[in-house]
């Protein structure tokens, strides 16, 4: 294992912040993975899993069955864990500018056309190494005037020119369910099912630039830029990963997920030996545009009738939000047919408040599909 240690831009005189990455394998020797935890700094769960992977890819890699690259950036947001208000960490938005730390990652695409336009042939292998160079060199123009900028800069610079990224968050409470790109569904697939996936969110495009599609959605915008005579296939498969709730950490649940995400890695051929047996799928695939959230319209203590997971139909009582002064009690009922699959932490909550999301197979939504 190589640790790497990435000084961001200061921000502050006297005060310095680093990211570590870690890398086991050989870069050039096989596909590549990054793996990264926290990208909301307060998101645990992942931060436990990337423990539990870091000992046993330092295992593998002694026994020389890595046979690719694979990186894993521990802690993917050292500047969010030090956001500390009022005795609570605030890891999803920077203090200083209320920027949501999985938004507004560069977008390549122009960078990687110029550096590109007419060197491209009939071969999609070389293809992909000509813009993966490009990708490279386009990460590494990216400005860095602040310690957020230089954070994305250097996390986009890690991952872009992966086979593979897993970007590690949770929920609020939730069960384990992840976000990916709708052409790279078949290779995502096998990920869901080692993982025990319960609902698995596809779209093109979900809006504001998160982490995930600026490493995967170029491919295919590449692709039809170019057409058919220059082929390049979506060479990037990335993943957001939400592993169940912010307080689901424990020793077994992510030394579970870490020996799921290790069968993955094995399976797309980045871990020598036989690969474990693929268990069946807890999930199908559904529009994210199909995740429909209730919203709270009063404010009020909720009180829920039933847990994460539940199958449930149009209708169906999912919850009570109750006014103590005036002692009404609003059902909030499911939208649509669909898997329950997450809802809010607090108990009380203002009016507006998103408070459950059911995915369903119909895609009723439109425009930004992620919440703030
Ligand atoms: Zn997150």
């Not at 990208?39 to 890699?61: F, N, Q, W």
């Not at 009180?303 to 139909?313: D, F, H, I, Q, T």
Request: with cysteine; net charge negative.
């Amino acid at each position: 294992m190589k640790t790497v240690h990435h000084a961001l831009t200061q921000g502050t005189p006297g005060v310095s912040i680093e990211l570590q990455s870690l890398h086991f394998g050989t870069p050039g020797a096989g596909p590549k993975a990054t793996l990264q935890a926290a990208l909301h700094a307060d998101e645990i769960p992942g931060l436990l899993v990337a423990h539990h992977l870091r000992a046993r890819l330092a295992e593998l890699e002694a026994a020389g069955r890595v046979t690719g690259e694979i990186v894993l950036v521990p802690v993917a947001n050292p500047i969010g864990l030090t956001q500390r208000v009022l005795g609570s960490v605030e890891g999803r938005f920077e203090l200083a500018t209320g920027e949501n730390f999985n938004r507004h990652y560069a977008d390549l695409f122009d960078a990687v056309v110029a550096r590109v336009d007419g060197k491209l042939g009939a071969d999609a292998a070389y293809n992909v190494g000509l813009v993966r160079a490009a990708l490279r060199e386009a990460a590494a123009a990216i400005p860095a005037r602040s310690t957020l900028e230089s954070l994305r800069r250097t996390l986009l610079g890690l991952s872009i020119d992966a086979d593979i990224v897993l970007d590690l968050h949770c929920d609020s409470q939730a069960v384990l369910h992840l976000y990916t790109e709708t052409s790279v569904w078949p290779r995502v697939e096998p990920l869901a099912r080692f993982l025990g996936c319960e609902a698995a969110l596809l779209a093109e495009v979900s809006g504001d630039h998160p982490f995930d599609e600026a490493c995967s959605t170029l491919w295919p915008r590449l692709a039809a830029r170019f057409g058919a005579a220059t082929p390049i296939p979506s060479a990037c498969v990335a993943v957001t990963v939400e592993l169940r709730g912010e307080a689901d950490v424990d020793h077994e649940l992510a030394g579970r997920d870490a020996q799921a995400i290790l069968d993955y890695l094995a399976w797309q051929g980045l871990i020598a030996g036989a690969p474990a047996g693929m268990p069946p799928a807890r999930c199908e695939a559904t529009p994210l545009a199909g995740s429909i959230p209730v919203n709270a319209p009063h404010g009020g203590v909720l009180a829920y009738l039933r847990e994460p997971g539940a199958r449930v139909a149009a209708g169906e009582r999912l919850a009570d939000l109750i006014e103590p002064m005036t002692g009404l009690v609003t059902p909030l009922v499911s939208p649509i047919d669909g898997v329950f699959y997450a809802r809010e932490t607090r108990r009380f909550v203002p009016a507006g408040t998103s408070v459950l999301r059911v995915a369903g197979r119909e895609a009723l939504r439109t425009g930004n599909l992620l919440t703030a």
